[in-house]
């Protein structure tokens, strides 16, 4: 797992359980040659939060749909195939994605709706960093990444 995955992860719990909400974020493991749907998953009796998310940690200012997914042994986007899983599951899907600036440059964060993610990819349009800012921020602290909301 992914040290911006395992943050995701503990930024949800840690959300849930300032807020007294009900849910459970995780990731499941990743075993060699088998398919991941998403990189985490959020459990809740509450609608709201019934998520999966991919997550993309990446040195650029755009996140581009050729370079940072992917295509399945069948020639299927990533972008398809997450589509595929959240009509089938119901569950809300975010894209969360960490630009990373380099050494002595703080990080960027930020949860983008799965729907913002489909509509750039069928436009053939890579997010760039300034997309995605106007899309959730993911804050940083000394625990990791905090959510304010969603």
């Known amino acids: ?11 949800l719990n840690r959300f849930f359980k300032t ?6 974020a995780y990731r499941l493991k990743q075993h060699t040659f088998t398919s991941q ?8 009796l509450n609608p709201t939060y019934y998520l999966s998310i991919e997550c993309k940690s990446i040195i650029d200012k755009k996140l581009y749909f050729s370079q940072h997914f992917h295509l399945d042994k069948k020639n299927v986007h990533q972008v398809d195939v997450i589509s ?3 009509a089938r599951t119901g569950r809300i899907g975010f894209l969360a994605v960490e630009f990373r600036q ?3 440059k ?3 964060a930020y949860l983008i709706p799965w729907a ?5 990819f069928r436009n053939k349009k890579g997010i760039s960093i300034d ?6 921020p993911l804050a940083r602290s000394k625990n990791g990444y905090v959510l304010e909301g969603l």
């Open 84 to 86: 595929d899983f959240l």
């Open 1 to 11: 797992m992914s040290d911006f995955e395992r943050e995701v992860v503990h930024g």
């Open 19 to 24: 807020r007294n909400i009900q849910g459970f």
């Open 102 to 104: 380099g050494p002595g």
């Open 116 to 120: 913002s993610v489909v509509e750039h």
């Open 131 to 136: 997309d995605a800012r106007t899309f959730i």
């Open 106 to 108: 703080a990080s960027e």
């Open 37 to 44: 749907y998403a990189d985490v998953l959020v459990d809740s």
